[in-house]
Nanobody, 116 residues
Framework: QVQLVESGGGLVQAGGSLRLSCAAS????????MGWYRQAPGKQRELVAR???????NYADSVKGRFTISRDNAKNTVSLQMNSLKPEDTAVYYC??????????WGQGTQVTVSS
């Protein structure tokens, strides 16, 4: 059983910052990579950032230099610090986790709205 609980979404002005957090719990699977995806109205879900259990990170080109993903392996939490937010960042953000056995899990999503 895996559960992902997200928090930190909200409404912010352009240029502002938000920090998203996700807490994962698993009694069955060993979690490998964790990350954040987002889906904006009329667009396909896209990867925002991911981080492996070794600390390797990947970012979407659109957020490089503005977003930072971090992870606490002991607590099984992942955070996304979002700075210099733009209206284009408006989306529902989903926390994800992948088990060592290649199973994927998703959080419920949290809304991020950036006003101009």
């Amino acid at each position: 059983q895996v559960q992902l609980v997200e928090s930190g979404g909200g409404l912010v002005q352009a240029g502002g910052s938000l920090r998203l957090s996700c807490a994962a719990s698993s009694t069955i699977f060993s979690i490998n990579a964790m990350g954040w995806y987002r889906q904006a109205p009329g667009k396909q879900r896209e990867l925002v950032a991911r981080i492996t259990n070794d600390g390797n990170t990947n970012y979407a080109d659109s957020v490089k230099g503005r977003f930072t993903i971090s992870r606490d392996n002991a607590k099984n939490t992942v955070s996304l610090q979002m700075n210099s937010l733009k209206p284009e960042d408006t989306a529902v953000y989903y926390c994800s986790a992948t088990s060592v056995g290649s199973r994927g899990f998703w959080g419920q999503g949290t809304q991020v709205t950036v006003s101009s």
